[in-house]
């Protein structure tokens, strides 16, 4: 073994928690086989291996493990929505992670390449599937690689491939990337993209990939953390794994938090348990706000969620919780804005992130989240109008109908308005654009009010008088 | 003679297992399964605005127009119509004051970057964003920052402009060029609010479809030249008729505007063209404006034509037909006029005893073509087994071409082709089998005998669509491959695709060869100077007998030409008599289509100068040769055709106001029987000659249609890129083509869809002139090719 302990891999914080994902990421050669099978590596395949499939897929399933993408679809469940009997039928598996402020799916990647595919390789035996693609984000040059590297050593070593240890059981995994483009993290312009067309999303329905998906065949999309989860739940069975977080939301999460706090990193929390006080505040995580100064407002499940307030900082990362109080968990990102913030050049950045980001498919998103942004511009600026905050509103409700969701606030007295949001587009970057503008103004409405031009009002006198 | 049946095809349907009912705005709605609520909603006339929706084409969703309303298990929930399926009880509705908000924030979107140039817009008054900007938008832009630009507009082919600012991006034209036409030239470039439709670099949007993107486009994005700045819509007034210019019979309006056509449209006829045209049938309206049409009847003086008046020249066509010998007057011609004009002349023949007489110009099929059980393009595209013994469908008949590829990729037909070289239906072909000219017959029992084949055979019902693959290649191969065809499947029906626009109505009524005396004999007979009178009904034989040396010969054998034309075409140049011809959009009429569908045409606009219809011609004729006559209208000749050809009568009262026209059977009483050919034993060391047409050629309407006379390709052989080894010669040479009869020079090209040994020359094309090797009663042609 070539490398020796790190305190952590970079970026990354270890506390006093079990670690069902991040267990070798202390080791500075974490992602060779070599470590790998030193630390339990492919154990989990060989005991599944051992045992009908159904079992394995009944295990996922009864664990409740979590779709840790952005929607928290179980997986078992996921699984089951295949129909019978058709073939061939794919695993996808969604790196194409680009949410703004998510990274934690790059750390497994890079970290601990074999944990994702010996996950890949449960779910391929567990559900059924004959052939994976995994499919990375083109910007993470360092996952791509590690991966390659990994899958080259695994197909050496036997784990994947044409019958796998000795078993009847064979599936190939195929490495793809991206080209850059964040819909693509959508499940179905993922599939789009790796059938080498333009990354747009589908239509719906058919709702799920399960039964319609990559070559109009049934497909499972899974997320990366999802799958590096099964390894430690075939070693360590049902019972470890549900012991840990609670029974609607058992088992850890990979959480990346950015922004104003004193230690910026990933963590693996616990699932249901652990609140945002905690993470933001807690010495084994962020270790409070920077400089000592007051936290303002963070975004608590990636830059797509309506933000809170330090009024929800008691919640628990339980999306049951999360989502009545105005906002999502999404994909594990939590972005800290401190006293000092600029709050509408924040909703300009991430805004001006999703109008660009737009695939230009359906019109609310193409044309509604550019205006937003170009009107916000005009605001940030100090050119805008009362007319043009109204206006922001107006915009957004082309984009998504109705009340859209946002946190409660004792200081200004409005009550929580749950989620999800109904939106008018194909796909979620729309609705996107629109939830920093949203959150933004209805939770500090005063900071626009203080940039916009106020003009007067000259009065029109009649002629006829 | 003929007898002719008479079939409605729009008997009701049985009673539907898919049927749902649901309810819009508090009104019940049945629909079928599977439909989305779009389609039930315009049954019954509830109107959801939408740009991307096309009912005959896939739904996408893009333009999030259509919102409505639709009770849910939480409440009503909004769902774009054009993307929801129908499901029985559900409840939509389509005027609530959320739908409203939606609709108008919609509009409101799709105007942001819009540039609001109507006034200079061609689509300014027909423009669907325009319209339901009015009709579901709030009246009013917030709109206040500066819209996207790019450089407008821009070409993307030799027929259509695209104006990207003007494009609201609903993936009609994209989705048309892919799904509908098969010719994904064209897509989305970039993303985001920058996204635009383009052609991919160095390759334009070269389809023969073209001018159905720019139809369309729900706004000014997408313009046709030949249409560009000619008129406000508000200025154009139309009627419904049917494009004449091959014989699929696409519905169309003909739209006009001071006394000018200025633009077809294709009409949704279910049973025909779904709405589709092809390019030439849409943009040839230039050749009936043209200043090259006849405008005065002419009489030869010398060596030139002088100006007479239509009394001076029907009497001297009048004087010649009374002197000419018993049995020596000629009719050529007739397939590009109505029903009427067909059936005035058959009359007129028939009163005079003119008994030489064809509506084919030696490029068809026998009449007896006709006497097989018929087929539809409906029922040829229903379902089961289509086999091809035709030419290039894309290529002559294109919107047929659009109904079978649709059918196949639907995946409810199979095609079985077998052609001497590659077509446009090859790609989509289940089995495609290359036999070269003159093999067809003998490749036909091999293939329906593989145990797949006759399995498909057996599956379903069998249409066996037929033309004339080949116009170096006698009629009677195909028509021996046919009778081959029906041997193993006797109950197959057969869908003549002769490509000529009224050629089965010309057939059907009156001007069909008597005892065998078709356009080849007539034109031998005139040769040996048995001709006294050649009267070409808008025929030009020069141009269009593959044999270009018996037409020669017949032309200057005949004694006396009468020739009626609407130009002066090659052969009219020789004529004695020219008479100026009413040209399509100038008369009224019926026409008949491949099928034997029966559809009006329409007058929209004055004959150029003193033209007239061809039937009134013949009336004059008529009087002038001694024949009572109580012809003075139209529906005169209608009343007269319903009574000498029963069943037809019926039919043409009742198409006017029919869209969709009436099939009328035809039923040949004694089907001839063909003298079978035999290819004579091949010389390896020759090519066989393949000469068939392509879309664009040297055609009269195409080369005065100034829109389309430069798409007409340089003439060019053909051959298979191994085969330019062994001529010795390279890629674009020019090589020399002979045989016994006569040698021309030709550039020579590489092809693989053209199989080793053939060598493909397309017709009429600019340049030397293959034609010349062409000898009629040698059943296939055989040429060398030696590199210069």
């Known amino acids: 073994m070539t490398g020796g302990t790190w305190k952590h891999a970079p970026g990354f914080y270890v506390g006093d928690r079990p670690q069902v994902v991040t267990s070798r990421f202390q080791y500075e050669d974490s992602y060779t086989l070599e470590r790998y099978l030193a630390t339990d590596g492919y154990k989990g395949l060989r005991s599944a291996l051992a045992r009908p499939a159904s079992e394995i897929h009944d295990e996922v399933r009864n664990a409740t493990v979590l779709g840790r993408g952005g929607a928290g679809f179980p997986a078992g469940n996921k699984w089951g929505l295949m129909p019978q009997g058709v073939w061939p039928r794919y695993l996808v598996v969604n790196g194409d992670e680009s949410e703004p402020g998510t990274y934690k799916d790059r750390l497994l990647m890079e970290c601990d390449p074999h944990q994702l595919i010996e996950g890949c390789l449960i779910a391929s035996y567990a559900a059924g599937l004959s052939q994976c693609f995994l499919y990375i984000r083109g910007e993470m040059a360092l996952a791509q690689e590690r991966i390659a590297a990994a899958l080259n050593e695994a197909y050496a070593a036997g784990y994947i491939g044409k019958n796998i240890l000795g078993s009847n059981f064979s599936v190939d995994i195929v490495l793809h990337w991206g080209a850059g483009a964040y819909v693509v993290g959508e499940e179905t312009a993922l599939i789009e993209s790796l059938e080498g067309n333009r990354g747009m999303p589908r239509l719906k329905p058919p709702y799920f990939p399960a039964a319609n998906g990559l070559y109009g065949q049934p497909t499972i999309v899974n997320n990366v953390e999802t799958l590096a989860n099964l390894p430690w739940l075939l070693n360590n069975g049902t019972a470890a794994y549900t012991a840990i977080g609670t029974a609607t939301s058992p088992g850890t999460r990979m959480v990346a938090v950015s922004g104003h706090v004193n230690r910026p990193g990933v963590f693996e929390i616990i699932n249901g348990i652990t609140t945002f006080r905690d993470l933001l505040y807690g010495d084994e995580f962020c270790q409070g706000i920077r400089n000592g100064n007051d936290l303002k407002a963070f975004v608590p499940g990636g830059g797509s969620a309506p933000w809170f307030t330090p009024d929800q900082l008691d919640l628990p990362f339980e999306a049951s919780q999360v989502g009545p109080a105005g906002s999502m968990l999404g994909s594990g990102a939590v972005m800290v804005m401190d006293s000092t913030t600029d709050i509408p050049r924040a909703a300009l950045t991430l805004t001006r992130f999703y109008a660009h980001e737009s695939c230009g498919k359906c ?33 957004g409700e082309s984009i998504c109908p109705g009340a859209f969701p946002h946190a409660s606030n004792e200081k200004l007295g409005i009550a929580a308005v749950p989620f999800p949001y109904r939106m008018n587009t194909i796909c979620f970057v729309g609705p996107s654009a629109y939830a920093p503008v949203h959150s933004a103004l209805t939770l500090f409405r005063s900071e626009f009010d203080a940039r916009i031009v106020k003009r007067t009002m000259i009065k029109v006198t009649a002629v006829s008088e | 003679m003929t007898t002719i049946d008479t079939t409605d095809t729009n008997d009701m349907p049985p009673q539907d297992p898919n049927a749902v009912s649901i309810t819009i705005n508090g009104r019940t709605v049945s629909a079928r399964k599977g439909d989305f609520i779009i389609a039930a909603a315009d049954s019954i006339d509830e109107y959801i605005p939408r740009f991307c929706y096309h009912p005959r084409m896939s739904s996408v969703g893009m333009c999030r127009q259509c919102m409505v309303e639709v009770e849910g298990p939480r409440g009503p929930m909004m769902v774009v119509s054009c993307m929801t399926p129908v499901a029985d009880g559900q409840i939509v509705r389509t005027d609530t004051p959320q739908v409203k908000r939606a609709q108008e924030g919609m509009i409101e979107l799709l105007l942001a970057n819009h540039p609001l140039d109507c006034p200079v817009c061609d689509k300014g008054g027909e423009c669907p964003l325009q319209d339901q900007a009015f009709s579901h938008g709030a009246g009013e832009s917030r709109f206040v920052e500066e819209k996207r630009h790019f450089e407008k507009p821009i070409p993307i082919s030799d027929l259509v402009f695209l104006d990207r600012e003007r494009c609201i991006l609903c993936d009609r034209c994209t989705r048309f060029a892919d799904e509908v036409a098969g010719d994904p030239l064209i897509s989305f470039t970039q993303r985001g609010n920058n996204t635009q439709v383009m052609t991919f670099p160095d390759e334009p949007f070269a389809s023969y479809f073209s001018g159905n993107t720019v139809q369309i486009c729900p706004v000014g994005a997408l313009t ?21 210019t091959c014989s699929v019979g696409c519905r169309t309006v003909v739209q006009s505007s001071r006394d000018e056509l200025l633009r077809y449209q294709g009409v949704d006829s279910d049973p025909v063209n779904w709405g589709w045209l092809c390019d030439k049938g849409r943009f040839n309206f230039q050749s009936t404006n043209s200043d090259d049409r006849l405008s005065t009847p002419q009489i030869k003086s010398g060596d030139s034509f002088v100006a007479s008046s239509w009394s001076d020249a029907l009497d001297s066509v009048a004087r010649v037909i009374r002197h000419s010998r018993e049995g020596s007057v000629a009719i050529l011609g007739g397939a590009r006029g109505t029903n009427e004009d067909a059936f005035m002349w058959g009359a007129l023949a028939d009163a005079a005893g003119i008994t030489m007489r064809d509506a084919n110009l030696d490029d068809g099929l026998p009449a007896s073509i ?49 052609s001497s070289h ?26 329906l005998a593989q145990a797949d084949v006759s399995a498909q055979l057996a599956s379903g019902p069998v249409v066996v669509v037929t033309g004339r693959p080949n116009l170096a290649e006698s009629a009677s191969h195909t028509m021996d491959a046919l009778s081959g065809v029906l041997a193993v499947a006797p109950s197959a029906s057969v869908l003549p695709v002769l490509r000529r626009g ?47 040396d018996l037409a020669r010969r017949g032309i200057a054998g005949a004694k006396f030409i009468v020739a009626i034309d609407t130009f002066l075409t090659d052969s009219a140049s020789h004529a004695d008599v020219v008479l100026p011809a009413a040209a399509y959009g100038e008369k009224d009429g019926t026409t008949m289509n491949l099928e034997g569908r029966v559809t009006s045409v329409v007058q929209k606009i004055t004959p150029h100068g003193t033209s007239r219809a061809d039937w009134m011609i013949a009336v004059e004729l008529l009087t002038l040769l001694g024949h009572e006559s109580n012809f003075t209208t139209l529906s005169d000749i209608q009343r007269a055709m319903s009574a000498a050809v029963p069943g037809f009568g019926s039919t043409t009262t009742a198409v006017a106001i029919k869209r969709d026209g009436v099939v009328v059977s035809v039923t040949q009483r004694s089907p001839e029987s063909a003298a079978t050919s035999v290819a004579p034993p091949r010389n390896s060391y020759e090519f066989r000659l393949d000469l068939s047409r392509k879309l664009f050629d040297r055609a009269i309407g195409t080369i005065t249609s100034p829109s389309l006379a430069n798409l007409a390709a340089e003439a060019n052989i053909f051959i298979h890129p191994l085969d330019l080894d062994r001529v010795g010669a390279a890629e674009g040479t020019n090589v020399r083509v002979s045989n016994s009869h006569s040698s021309i020079v030709l550039p020579v090209r590489g092809s693989f869809s053209i199989p080793r040994g053939t060598a493909w020359v397309p017709f009429n094309q600019i340049g030397a002139d293959v034609r010349e090797l062409v000898r009629r009663n040698e059943s296939i042609i055989d040429v060398r090719i030696e590199s210069m």
Not at chain 1, 366 to 384: A, F, N, Q, Y
Not at chain 2, 229 to 241: G, I, V
Not at chain 2, 385 to 408: C, F, G, Q, S
Not at chain 2, 502 to 529: H, Q, Y
């Open chain 2, 422 to 447: 590659e077509t446009g239906l090859t790609k989509y072909a289940w089995k495609s089998i290359r036999a070269e000219s003159g093999t067809a017959a003998a490749a036909v029992p091999g293939l």
């Open chain 2, 370 to 418: 006709f006497s097989y059980p018929q087929a539809t393009i409906d029922s040829a595209c229903a379902g089961g087994t289509v086999i091809l013994l035709a030419p290039d469908i894309k290529e002559e008949l294109p919107v047929l071409y659009l109904r079978l590829r649709d059918a196949v990729q639907k995946k409810r037909i199979r095609l079985i082709e077998i």
């Open chain 1, 363 to 395: 019109t609310p998103c193409r044309e509604g989240g550019t205006w937003l942004e170009r009107i916000l511009s005009r605001v940030v600026d100090g050119k805008g109008t009362d007319a043009d905050l109204d206006q922001l509103f107006e915009v």
């Open chain 2, 502 to 548: 009224n050629v089965r109505g010309a057939l059907s009524l009156g001007l069909a060869p008597l005892n065998g005396n078709d356009a080849a004999t007539i034109l031998e007979a005139s040769a040996k100077g048995d001709v006294d009178c050649l009267i070409l009904l808008g025929a030009d034989p020069l141009s269009d007998v593959a044999d270009v």
């Open chain 2, 224 to 244: 046709a030249s030949p249409y560009r700045f000619k008129a406000r819509p508000w200025d154009l007034e139309q009627r419904e008729s049917t494009c004449t």
